[in-house]
């Protein structure tokens, strides 16, 4: 397994550079603290203990997997220890409200904090990761009395949290979930039904464990409009709020996976377990998107870390493995072979990867910063703003992301050669480990369905429109710049068909809607490679400006811009094949009868 070496200098060029995070937090309210001191000591602290504490559990994590018993599920070896030098250090409060014992920090500076983690151990990631919709859901939605009572111990840390919306016979169409919600003379709830695929439903590393749960109350109505949502604590809070009597609710099992296996994946029974509604009766939904956008970026995270582990581990190999000559003559004349680094086509994987881990860490700090405007922006209108441009680009966060994420992991393993299918190098595991991306938290083809159907059409086009305007302008502003004519024309050039196919999408879609369904996941994958041209321009010309001012660093500003130009020559192009095929119509896909599809 590579061992993990947070990219310090890259975080502090997308952050403070291209996203100028000094002046983006001082437009926040309340996020005095987060000063640039501040923010590099949290980060520098922070990659510290995901390099020397996590990374070194990572595999460990993978071949000993999670043990389950009647008594509950233990983690692997050194995962409970590593879980209270976290609490300690106090970060699972960093961004959480300070009445309820957080630290008030802005959400993007958690999510970079998270992106050290997922990348040096995902799987123990999850554990505090799963924590933050609970606690979001508790925040925006629960009474003062609940919030007294789970709040303070979810963001210390001292309690972890779920979500259990899954069932077996209901995937992503939560409509159809049978779980039921007797109500009881004391206020609270009888739940009943079996949860499945719960990340982090049991575990040996906290002293309780709240889940919040989707379930039916008796007479609601059928579908979507009839699901509300519950607090359904492991450990019933006693008198003083601690952990008291054992609740009817139990880890039945946990999953046998392809990946991610230091984490449980847990079938969750509750078998009349007490819990207490959380927001408004048959509103569940409603409550659980409020945090939805901030879950699914954070999956994205996933993307980026798969990425640049795989790089940094691929990297290294590349430069020290001898294999044949360089076509161009030896560059290793004293050796037996040049390093495998000298060929075009290990070249071709290397500059993909970079190109993959970098663009995604500043489209997820991107959308990050939205987050914060959002929930702190001084005016209702840029809230507003940020909030419609955080919808739009989260689904193509998530989807292309992962997708993109698990491409660089292949290309990981594939420059190890044979090497790489071998478990003791580790790159396999980063492989199996992001395959989940593109399924959990909604797979790519809901969250292409939610971005073409829901933010691009039922908007009439407006949640485009807001993003290809800054595109726009950012083209036009550089218009004239020479340096910068290489990235500004194509780029510019897909900005507009961009919306041109979007129109042409929308009059097929009047004629026959299951020409939104055929055309989506090419639509989304050509949208995150139009996205992700905008920030590689921008990247380019930060590099291109600070080199013509004078730098010290003219060598990671230089690799910035080959990595932008290979990233417009070599993977822009994709796009092209993307708006042929979403342009193909449904016809292809639908005209089939089921009963063709024979064995």
């Known amino acids: 397994m590579p061992d993990y070496k947070a990219p310090l200098r890259d975080i502090k060029f997308v952050m403070s550079e291209l996203l100028d995070s000094e002046q983006h937090y001082a437009s926040l309210e309340g996020a005095e603290d987060a000063t640039p001191d501040m923010v590099d000591a949290i980060i520098q602290e922070g990659a510290r203990f995901c390099e020397q504490v996590l990374s070194p559990l990572n595999q460990v994590g993978d071949q000993e997997g999670c043990t389950w018993s009647e008594d509950g599920v233990k983690t692997p070896t050194g995962f409970r220890e590593a879980y209270k030098q976290y609490v300690e250090g106090g970060w699972p409060s960093m961004t959480a409200a300070p009445e309820h014992g957080g630290q008030g920090l802005p959400e993007s500076i958690g999510l970079v904090m ?109 579908g979507t409009k009839g699901i509300s949502l519950f607090i359904v604590p492991k450990f019933l809070p006693d008198a003083d709020g601690e952990p008291g009597e054992r609740n009817a609710v139990t880890c039945g099992s946990i999953e046998h996976k392809m990946g991610i296996h230091g984490n449980a994946t847990c079938v969750m029974n509750f078998d009349g377990a007490k819990g207490w509604l959380i927001g408004p009766e048959n509103k569940g939904l409603n409550c659980m998107f409020t945090f939805m956008n901030v879950a699914r970026l954070g999956t994205a995270i996933q993307g980026l870390g798969a990425a640049e582990l795989s790089f940094q581990g691929s990297l290294s190999y590349a430069k020290d493995r001898l294999a044949m000559r360089s076509l161009s003559g030896s560059r290793n004349p004293d050796g037996p072979a040049d390093p495998i680094i000298v060929h075009p086509d290990v070249r071709r994987m290397l500059l993909t990867q970079k190109a993959v881990a970098e663009g995604s860490r500043a489209l997820v700090y991107y959308t ?73 938290e909604g797979t790519t083809g809901i969250q292409a369905l939610d971005l073409l159907g829901r933010k691009v059409l039922m908007t009439q086009g407006e949640a485009l429109k807001r993003f290809t305007k800054k595109v726009h302008v950012f083209c036009k502003d550089n218009a004239d710049n020479a340096q910068l004519k290489e990235f500004i024309d194509p780029l510019e050039a897909i900005n507009r068909e961009w919306g041109d196919l979007t129109m042409k999408l929308g009059m097929n879609a009047m004629k026959n809607r299951e020409e939104v369904g055929a055309a989506s996941v090419d639509y989304l994958m050509y949208s995150g490679y139009a996205v992700f041209a905008y920030l590689w321009a921008r990247m380019a010309q930060v590099s291109l400006d600070t080199m013509a001012d004078g730098t010290t660093e003219e060598a990671f500003y230089n690799a910035k811009v080959q990595t932008a130009r290979f990233y417009f020559k070599r993977m822009l192009p994709r796009a092209r094949g993307h708006a042929e095929s979403m342009l193909a119509g449904a016809d292809s896909l639908m005209d089939m009868q089921v009963e063709a599809f024979a064995l």
């Open 114 to 222: 998270s992106e050290m983690i997922g990348t040096a151990n995902w799987s123990w990631g999850m554990y505090p990761g799963l924590s933050h919709g609970a606690i979001n859901t508790v925040e925006l939605h629960g009474t003062s009395e609940q919030k007294e009572t789970y709040l303070t111990r979810m963001i210390s840390g001292e309690w972890t949290g779920t979500m259990c919306l899954t069932e077996a016979h209901c995937g992503s169409d939560l409509g159809i979930l049978r779980s039921k919600a007797e109500p009881n003379a004391d206020g609270s709830y009888s739940i009943s039904g079996t949860k499945i695929f719960i990340s982090a439903g049991e575990h040996d590393m906290a002293d309780n464990i709240v889940h919040i749960v989707l379930a039916r109350l008796p007479d609601a109505p059928a």
């Open 368 to 440: 990050a910063q939205q987050s914060d405007i959002v929930q702190r922006g001084k005016d209702e209108e840029s809230r507003r703003e940020a909030d419609e441009l955080m919808g739009f680009l989260t689904p193509i966060a998530k989807a292309f992301l992962t997708e993109i994420g698990y491409e660089a992991s292949n290309l990981g393993m594939q420059v190890y050669g044979g090497h790489g299918f071998i478990s003791e190098w580790g790159m396999e595991q980063i492989v199996r480990d992001a395959r989940i991306g593109m399924i959990y």
